[in-house]
């Protein structure tokens, strides 16, 4: 890591206000939209989010030392018309100095105070606050170190820093997703990609003066992004095999070997929780042979082959998987699938007497792993 004391280097100067903002897509869908202004004392912006069940709106503001350094932060949670959120703190305060950070988390009736010896701090924002990155750009320019301390709104002392991916692309670090950002010579940030993340959305740069307030009203509440669904399939007299899934939408986007399910990955065959297999009898996939009980179920696309993961681990957020805990895998068969099937869906089918077959349907594929059922004990 380069020394912090390079830091102290005097920072370029902006010769006027520099205003952008940035649209999040989830394929077609808008989740976010941020505009900020950067000068040479301050950054300011606001973020506007479609959540599940509602619009959230965050405010924050960034001043800046003769250093390029931050000495002071605010965020403010807001709901959709600029009100305060019903819950939570009203506004998170951050004052900076040379080897501590004080954060103070303004309630209603009360103000909770709490110091971090750390030196050289910065912010780390929410997600979709991505514009203060240009001021991580401006210092890893000057020769500040790989990571730097960060303290977010909540919780302990963390990092931030981005680790170079050739060119002008840097991945991000120590936020909650680790999202590929672009950066032109003046460190203006022209887009964020979060294909290669779990949350895939992807913006570039526009200009800014986008009316935040007229954007709330026509803004609607996304939903549950991807629903939750149980499947089942009945082999006799208290056979059964059971599915539970995430069930996420293409909206717009590659699927087998593309943005969802790149080639080689480990996929957690759905969305959100893991997605999980109980069975009441005994399954034989091709060489793989499953007790009664529950497994998690994975998959693995190559550009030869794709590949069942039947897992022993349970109870997991499905990008946790241990591969070590793998009782084995089952090459699957890849067909057409009828038409195109925008939502993921899985189906588990009783094909007659023993046999059985689980369906994963996405896209223009369904990709298939036929099993044995034991006799009932």
Do not use: C
Request: no cysteine.
């Amino acid at each position: 890591m380069r020394p912090f004391a390079l830091l102290l280097l005097a920072a370029p100067i902006l010769l006027q206000a520099q205003s952008a903002s940035l649209t999040y897509r989830l394929g077609k869908d808008t989740l976010a939209i941020e505009q900020y202004t950067r000068t040479p004392t301050a950054l300011t912006g606001e973020m506007i989010q479609r959540n599940g069940p509602a619009i959230a709106r965050i405010a924050y503001s960034v001043t800046l030392g003769k250093d390029g350094r931050p000495t002071a932060a605010q965020l403010k949670r807001m709901q959709a018309d600029g009100t305060p959120a019903p819950t939570g703190p009203r506004e998170v305060r951050f004052t900076f100095g040379a080897d501590s950070v004080i954060r103070e988390t303004v309630f209603p009736d009360s103000v909770q105070r709490r110091a971090f010896g750390a030196k050289g701090a910065l912010p780390n924002w929410p997600t979709f606050v991505y514009g203060p990155t240009e001021l991580l750009a401006a210092l890893r320019k000057r020769g500040a170190a790989d990571s730097l301390p960060a303290i977010g709104a909540a919780g302990n002392l963390g990092f931030t820093g981005f680790t170079s991916l050739g060119g002008d692309s840097v991945r991000l670090r120590g936020a909650g997703y680790p999202m590929v950002l672009r950066f032109d010579g003046s460190d203006r940030l022209q887009s964020v990609d979060g294909t290669g993340t779990t949350n895939k959305v992807v913006a570039t740069r526009a200009t800014g003066g986008m009316d935040f307030a007229a954007i709330a009203r026509s803004m609607k509440p996304t939903g549950a992004l991807s629903l939750r669904e149980t499947v089942r399939g009945a082999f006799g007299p208290g056979g059964m095999v059971v599915v539970d899934y995430g069930r996420p939408m293409v909206r717009e986007r590659t699927v087998w070997g593309g943005t969802l399910v790149p080639f080689d990955s480990v996929w957690r065959a759905g969305a959100n929780d893991a997605t999980h297999l109980f069975t009441t009898r005994t399954l034989t996939f091709g060489s793989v042979t499953l007790a009664p009980g529950m497994y998690t179920l994975w998959v693995q696309h190559t550009r030869d082959r794709t590949l069942l993961i039947i897992n022993r681990q349970t109870g997991q957020w499905g990008t946790v998987y241990d591969a070590t805990q793998d009782v084995g895998r089952v090459e699957m068969q890849s067909a057409a699938a009828p038409g195109f099937v925008e939502t993921f869906t899985i189906a588990v089918r009783a094909l007659g007497g023993p046999r059985g077959v689980v369906e994963l349907s996405w896209g223009d594929r369904v990709m298939s792993a036929p099993f044995t059922v034991s006799a009932a004990r």
